[in-house]
């Protein structure tokens, strides 16, 4: 409703984890390198933890339109974390297309490593990708690092990406994990943003939504700052702060969103409580391939917004058309 006061194409802080509104961050750059890199060069186990509501999921779907572009990889992807053993091998081999109903668990192990000996004898890559891993059992993580044990002499057979909440860490550094812990060969950590980076966020937000930045800012540099203080910087707090300023500051006809307006919102939604913060800043992944991945994964992932958006806008181009056509009728 307010989209047309601000002169928006789009509603610009959608919950929705949408890559076609992923913003690059230092950290988010360096997770999605860590993802892709793992996979493409078949680097086994990699891990991605951060707290609630950094983009870990969004993160994974962009990993996913990565991943689909490319014809030598299946995957499987797995986002509900409470299963038992024999119902998660069910879901893999059911998301890989294989026939799992009525196969009990040997079967099922069988069925999946002869898919993966064949695929691997083509050099073709199979993913298992699991979002919200913190809630996995530990008997489901014992299947898993059986699961990496599939391995020719000189390559894994299924790449694992493992996502989740701070807690994973805190499971995959248990006694009982270790086996595990010792195969991951690459970790990345999602954080919230910092001041500046929030700034930068709701604009990059607000471009993608068609806003136009030559223009009085909707979102002055002091209704930042105040979004970043009851947000703390998480983009799943910002974007809801965001959205109902937007609300707030139609309803008012204001055409900038003032700190009071933010106030008010985190005032409504009790944001004044920060949530404590264990983040000590530092990146795991400095190795320079990773960087070299990082600049290839946010070229290919810019080339592939680019031919969505000159699609959309000819799809666009053809409705106006349509729209021109139909009214001469
Ligand atoms: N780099 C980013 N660019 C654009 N939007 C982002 C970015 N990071 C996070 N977001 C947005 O923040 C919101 C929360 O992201 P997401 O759902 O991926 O978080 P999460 O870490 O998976 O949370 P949870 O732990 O609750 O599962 C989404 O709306 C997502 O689009
Ligand atoms: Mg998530």
């Known amino acids: 409703m307010y989209k047309s006061f601000f002169h ?8 929705t984890p949408d890559p076609y509104c992923f913003v690059s961050t230092k950290r988010h750059n360096e997770a999605l390198a860590a993802l892709y890199y793992g996979v493409r060069w078949h680097k086994g186990f990699v891990v991605v933890t951060g707290e609630v509501g950094t983009g870990k999921t969004l993160l994974l779907r962009c990993l996913l339109r990565l991943l689909k572009e490319s014809k030598d990889i299946a995957y499987a992807y797995v986002f509900n974390g409470r299963l038992t053993p024999t119902e998660f091998l069910q879901y893999i081999l059911c998301d890989l297309g294989l026939q799992a109903a009525g196969k009990n668990k040997s079967e099922l192990l069988l069925e999946l490593g002869q898919f993966l000996v064949s695929r ?7 993913v298992l990708i699991i979002d919200e891993a913190h809630l996995l059992s530990e008997d489901i993580l014992e299947e898993i690092r059986l699961l990496s044990n599939l391995e020719t002499a000189d ?6 990406v493992l996502v989740g909440q701070p807690e994973l860490d805190d499971k995959l550094d248990s006694l009982g994990l270790r ?3 010792q195969r991951i060969a690459l970790r990345a950590q999602l954080a919230p943003l910092d001041g500046i980076e929030t700034s930068t966020y709701i604009e990059k937000r607000l471009q993608i939504a068609g806003a136009d930045l030559q223009g009085d800012p909707i979102f002055p540099a002091e209704a930042t700052a105040a979004v970043f203080l009851h947000s703390h910087g998480l983009p799943r707090l910002i974007n809801t702060i965001c959205e109902n300023a937007l609300i707030a500051a139609y309803a008012r006809q204001c055409r900038s969103v003032t700190p009071e307006i933010i106030q008010d919102v985190a005032r409504e939604f009790r944001l004044d409580v920060p949530p404590s913060r264990d983040d000590d800043g530092t990146g795991k992944n400095s190795e320079s391939d990773l960087r070299l991945a990082s600049s290839a994964v946010l070229d290919l992932f810019a080339s592939l917004r680019k031919s969505e ?3 959309s806008s000819s799809e666009a181009k053809e409705a106006a058309e349509q729209g021109k056509h139909e009214l001469h009728i």
């Open 8 to 15: 928006l194409v789009r509603n610009p802080f959608n919950l």
């Open 120 to 126: 691997g004898s083509k050099k073709l890559t199979t």
């Open 155 to 160: 390559d894994k057979l299924l790449q694992i």
């Open 179 to 181: 086996q595990l812990k």
């Open 309 to 311: 958006e000159s699609s």
